[in-house]
């Protein structure tokens, strides 16, 4: 159960906006998802503006989302909490 996130209408994805603090927060989550991205080979389709960061995920490979998608959701929700949390 991934809060926060929708499925993408016309497309087999998942989709979620981060807001954080300004944009130097949402470069560290950024910053820190594209290494775990990069450990896991699955990588998001995101938008950056100042402090928000839009997210798409979807796997390529099968033409829609599979195990990894949710998997990389779940990592972000939880840098997000991190991030959130060292800048109460």
Known sequence: DLDGWSLVEG?????????FKDFRHAWSFMEDVAVEA???SHHPE????????EVTLCT???????ELDFDLAAIM????????????
Do not use: T
Not at 46 to 53: A, C, D, T
Not at 60 to 66: R, T
Not at 77 to 88: S, T, Y
């Open 11 to 19: 497309r087999e994805a998942i989709f979620k906006k981060f807001k």
């Open 38 to 40: 990069d450990e896991m």
């Open 46 to 53: 995101w938008l950056n503006v100042y402090n928000r960061v």
């Open 77 to 88: 929700d939880e840098i997000a909490a991190e991030i959130a949390k060292g800048i109460e």
């Open 60 to 66: 390529h490979d099968v033409g829609g989302l599979s």
